[in-house]
């Protein structure tokens, strides 16, 4: 899909530069290497506005606009409502975090599904750009377990010893595979839905036509 290359070679480059900054240790603000490496400055999760947006307004100018910005925006927040609830289950419940990711997995392309009715231009391209942002990750983290290399991408989850009692794949799979294929394709398609139709209302109200 022509429209997700350039987002794509960007959000590479960005996950190669993360990789190199945890790898020589520069500021952990901007690259922070700790498990889950959240709050770092360098990191393609922030991507996914950015690109939710761009996604947005390239096909709202093709004329594949959603057919309803108020439905469009509706069911992703409904998808995102329904994970939290999920979260907070799972909290309850003091479920393992191998449950938890299971549970999460299952529940990541039920709430994909929800979501895609909503606006499916969008949710077509943005779980095709999920994938080219995210299948990169996944490698750079096997090849980081079997290194035993330090950074966020090999770390285990805080409170997760049977994770560290697992094989190098499996501990992959669970960290790595699992949540980069599922959780992080909900994430990605789901909030760049929500930017994605927020945008289109703007647009919708500002043209001419809907004067």
């Given at each position: 899909m022509p429209m997700i290359l350039v987002p794509a070679v960007i959000t590479l480059a960005v996950t190669l530069l993360r990789l190199v900054g945890e790898l020589e240790k520069w500021s952990p603000s901007l690259f922070n290497p700790s498990a889950g490496g959240g709050g770092a400055l360098v990191g393609i999760s922030w991507l996914i506005p950015v690109f939710g947006i761009y996604f947005a307004l390239k096909l709202v100018r093709r004329g594949e606009g959603p057919a309803s910005t108020g439905r469009a925006l509706g069911l992703p927040f409904l998808a995102l409502v329904i994970i939290f609830a999920v979260a907070f289950g799972g909290s309850a419940l003091k479920l393992t975090l191998v449950a938890q990711l299971g549970i999460f997995a299952v529940m990541s392309w039920v709430c994909i599904a929800i979501a895609f009715p909503g606006w499916p231009a969008l949710a077509r391209t943005l779980i095709a750009y999920a994938f080219a942002a995210r299948i990169p990750v996944a490698i750079v983290m096997l090849v980081a377990i079997l290194g035993n290399w330090g950074t966020h991408y090999d770390v285990s989850p805080p409170n997760a010893p049977q994770v560290d009692a697992m094989a190098p794949l499996v501990k992959?799979?669970?960290?790595?595979?699992?949540?980069?294929?599922?959780?992080?394709i909900y994430t990605t398609v789901v909030g760049g839905m929500i930017c994605g139709a927020i945008t289109a209302a703007i647009a919708r109200k500002?043209?001419?036509a809907a004067a």
């Open positions: 992959w799979f669970w960290i790595g595979l699992l949540p980069q294929m599922t959780i992080w500002r043209s001419p």
